[in-house]
């Protein structure tokens, strides 16, 4: 990825897969480390990336505790 100044996305490659694509699969890790995927819905908004969830849900807490995160499509 290339600079991300201020934490905003700045890589054009990546913010054209979001923009353009609304629904992704997320992949994060469990707390044992093994990986949880699940479908998502995604977007980009001023610079940063929406994931779609609920707090409280599995993938929330996941990535709370481990950022580290896929995005496949």
Same mark, same amino acid.
Do not use: P, Q
């Given at each position: 990825m290339s600079d991300q100044s201020n934490g905003?996305?700045?890589d054009l @490659? $990546? @913010?054209e897969l979001f923009e353009s694509k609304n629904f992704t699969f997320l992949a994060c890790l469990m707390s044992? !480390?093994?990986p949880?995927? /699940?479908p998502t819905w995604v977007d980009i908004? &001023? !610079?940063n990336i929406l994931v &779609? /969830?609920?707090i !409280? @849900? $599995?993938k929330q807490w996941n990535i709370s505790k481990d950022a580290r995160v896929a995005f496949i499509n």
């Open positions: 905003k996305l700045s @490659r $990546i @913010r044992d !480390g093994s949880h995927v /699940t908004e &001023n !610079g &779609n /969830t609920a !409280g @849900r $599995i």
